[in-house]
């Protein structure tokens, strides 16, 4: 009589601690729009459901408004978060001080390459702002040109300013349910 034994090796689960970090005060930001988007479209869905698709004009109109709003804002915050260009310091080489600045570059990519402009060097301050504010490249450069961050309530055409409501949602300080007044202006684009 034959007894054979066989023996099973169990691989050995190795557990290590994640690393964890506190999400940045952007990061937060974007975490709780996202909540709260996906909170109001699964609050419109059970309307829709429930009334059997009766939702007044006005209120879908809205909820529109209101859903745009936020996708504005996550993208907002999303382009702050990776910069659509950012600022190379040239200083001269006996001092390394802000106020010894040589020459100021903006750097993007643009059709898979790198494009460099220069700016002055007074911008400095400013264009920091900008690009952590999270505006985009056609609003960075009218910003270049009137050396001032300039806001309109409604869309100029071929102009790069930035949304008022851009302006009333920052002075709320981020209040993610704060709908500015000057935002449904700006709810026929796309994009701003």
């Not at 804002?73 to 910069?83: G, K, M, V, Y």
């Not at 950012?86 to 390459?113: A, G, I, T």
């Not at 402009?117 to 400013?126: Q, T, Y």
């Not at 949602?169 to 701003?192: H, K, M, R, T």
């Amino acid at each position: 009589m034959d007894t054979t034994t066989t023996t099973t090796r169990r691989k050995r689960v190795i557990t290590r601690t994640t690393e964890r970090r506190q999400a940045t005060p952007k990061e937060r930001n974007l975490i709780h729009l996202l909540a709260n988007l996906g909170c109001s479209l699964a609050k419109y869905g059970l309307q829709h459901a429930s009334s059997k698709g009766q939702i007044a004009p006005e209120d879908r109109k809205h909820l529109a408004e209101w859903h745009f709003l936020r996708l504005q804002q996550i993208r907002r915050i999303e382009r702050s978060l990776e910069p659509v260009a950012q600022l190379k310091r040239v200083y001269y080489r006996s001092q390394l001080s802000p106020r010894s600045l040589k020459s100021l570059k903006l750097v993007w990519m643009e059709d898979e390459k790198q494009r460099v402009k220069r700016v002055n060097p007074e911008l400095d301050e400013l264009l920091s702002m900008v690009l952590d504010r999270g505006d985009t490249l056609k609003h960075i450069f009218h910003t270049i040109e009137s050396r001032e961050r300039v806001f309109s309530r409604t869309p100029i055409p071929g102009v790069g300013v930035v949304p008022l409501w851009v302006n009333e949602w920052e002075e709320s300080g981020y209040e993610i349910n704060f709908f500015p007044p000057s935002f449904p202006d700006w709810a026929q684009l796309v994009d701003d």
